[in-house]
T-cell receptor, first 111, second 113 residues
Framework: LAKTTQPISMDSYEGQEVNITCSHN???????ITWYQQFPSQGPRFIIQ?????VTNEVASLFIPADRKSSTLSLPRVSLSDTAVYYC????????????WGAGTKLIIKP | GAGVSQSPRYKVTKRGQDVALRCDPI?????LYWYRQALGQGPEFLTY????????KSGLPNDRFSAERPEGSISTLTIQRTEQRDSAMYRC???????????FGPGTRLTVL
């Protein structure tokens, strides 16, 4: 099962773009990369998922290089409400869709 | 539409008692997942179902833990002879199919005294 490594914590300021990078050196051919957000006292919430290159939705972008050994979640123009824990996960058919959740990255946005 | 619901939201029990935690997934969702989450940690996978079939139970800590989803909808996670180390937040999630976005419930906070 592919494990991921991401920074334990990050700080930024309102209005800035935040990039959180995750490494997943042993990602399998059929694994997807998925990011979730979790606020205190709530369950995780899906942000974005991708397989390769770039994926963009209304809240974030996900950049995946050709070797897929890392990925970067980009949050444009963050606000205080983006303060949360962000989890990077890899998984797919090869791993029986079991996802290994690390401790995530605690992102703190300051005014 | 209704999201994933879990009951009870809080459960306090004495060591040695059995507990049953319920998860009601989003209607029509094929896959249902159980996780356990300690404070400050990410969710720890326990088991998951497609319809009524348990696909993977490798994450269940020991044989005191079991789960079922008999009609492919509501699921129950049962912990027998609870121990203090079982105290945690137990979360359920469902997805339309395997590998899709998972929708999480509010969790059940279990405290074993």
């Amino acid at each position: 099962l592919a494990k991921t490594t991401q920074p334990i914590s990050m700080d930024s300021y309102e209005g800035q773009e935040v990039n959180i990078t995750c490494s997943h050196n042993n990602i399998a051919t059929n694994d997807y990369i998925t990011w979730y957000q979790q606020f205190p006292s709530q369950g995780p919430r899906f942000i974005i998922q991708g397989y390769k290159t770039k994926v963009t939705n209304e809240v974030a972008s996900l950049f995946i290089p050709a070797d897929r050994k890392s990925s970067t979640l980009s949050l444009p123009r963050v606000s205080l409400s983006d303060t949360a824990v962000y989890y990077c996960l890899v998984g797919g058919w090869d791993s029986n869709y079991q996802l290994i959740w690390g401790a995530g990255t605690k992102l703190i946005i300051k005014p | 539409g209704a999201g994933v619901s879990q009951s009870p939201r809080y459960k306090v029990t004495k060591r040695g008692q059995d507990v049953a935690l319920r998860c009601d997934p989003i209607s029509g969702h094929v896959s249902l997942y159980w996780y356990r989450q300690a404070l400050g940690q990410g969710p720890e996978f326990l088991t998951y179902f497609n319809y009524e079939a348990q696909q993977d139970k490798s994450g269940l800590p020991n044989d005191r833990f079991s789960a079922e989803r008999p009609e492919g909808s509501i699921s129950t996670l049962t912990i027998q002879r609870t121990e203090q180390r079982d105290s945690a937040m137990y979360r359920c999630a469902s997805s339309l199919s395997e590998g899709d976005e998972q929708f999480f419930g509010p969790g059940t906070r279990l405290t074993v005294l």
